[in-house]
Nanobody
Framework: QVQLVESGGGLVQAGGSLRLSCVAS????????MGWFRQAPGKEREFVAT????????AYADSVKGRFTISRDNAKNTVYLQMNNLKPEDTAVYYC?????????????????WGRGTQVTVSS
């Protein structure tokens, strides 16, 4: 059984920064691929970023490229999302996701495990 617990969300002004963390527990192979998604009110859950086990395979949504950075510390079973230059349109609940896949995946349906989410609110 894999459990994912997010933290680090909050209220920040436009242009500010936040760092989200996601601590994973469970079998190591279940977290080969980890990702961040977000869902704003009235919208579908959308891909934000993903990272492979070694940290070498990453991908980002066009809307966050150059502003967000995903990383992981396998010794701490933790994946991070550093968010800089935040915009009001980044406001959403951010979810951590994990899967045993070794390939890059960006569709929510391809991830087997999910956290409960952490709220990020960016004021203008």
């Amino acid at each position: 059984q894999v459990q994912l617990v997010e933290s680090g969300g909050g209220l920040v002004q436009a242009g500010g920064s936040l760092r989200l963390s996601c601590v994973a527990s469970g079998p190591r192979f279940s977290t080969n691929r980890m990702g961040w998604f977000r869902q704003a009110p009235g919208k579908e859950r959308e891909f934000v970023a993903t990272i492979g086990w070694s940290g070498g395979t990453t991908a980002y949504a066009d809307s966050v490229k150059g502003r967000f950075t995903i990383s992981r510390d396998n010794a701490k079973n933790t994946v991070y999302l550093q968010m800089n230059n935040l915009k009001p349109e980044d406001t959403a609940v951010y979810y951590c996701a994990a899967d045993r896949s070794y390939v890059l995946i960006v569709a929510p349906d391809d991830y087997a495990y999910w956290g409960r989410g952490t709220q990020v609110t960016v004021s203008s």
